[in-house]
């Protein structure tokens, strides 16, 4: 499975961006990730093969919203009320398991990341 991540930029505090994951093939569970500077990558959202289920990081519930459309392979996270701690590079990951997870070893393949900075 490829991964292909878009939709990252710079923006200011309060801002929304939309990022979007293109996936080659049938994937099961989807997530996003990101890595600020100097940081370990963290789990963002999760979101089920039928998209039924989602989770999501304390950091990120609320404001974030992930979505996905399997008739396009795509993995979409709407960010909305960015904050400068949101900044970092975005990563797509797809894992072998139906359900949503956020445990970075239950995901096999990975996009190259798109880079989010978000200015005070």
């Known amino acids: 499975v490829q991964l292909v991540e878009s939709g990252g930029g710079l923006v200011q505090a309060g801002a929304s961006l939309r990022l979007s994951c293109t996936h080659s093939?049938?994937?099961?569970?989807m997530g996003w990730f990101r890595q600020a500077p100097g940081k370990e990558r963290e789990f963002v959202a999760g979101i089920s093969w039928g998209g039924d289920k989602k989770d999501y990081s304390v950091a990120t519930y609320g404001r974030f919203t992930i979505s996905r459309d399997n008739n396009k392979n795509t993995v979409m996270l709407q960010m909305n009320s960015l904050k400068p701690e949101d900044t970092g590079l975005y990563y797509c990951?797809?894992?072998?398991?139906?359900?949503?997870?956020?445990?970075?070893?239950?995901?096999?393949?990975w996009g190259q990341g798109t880079q989010v900075t978000v200015s005070s």
């Open positions: 093939g049938d994937t099961l569970g």
């Open positions: 990951a797809a894992s072998g398991w139906y359900d949503a997870t956020r445990e970075e070893r239950d995901y096999n393949a």
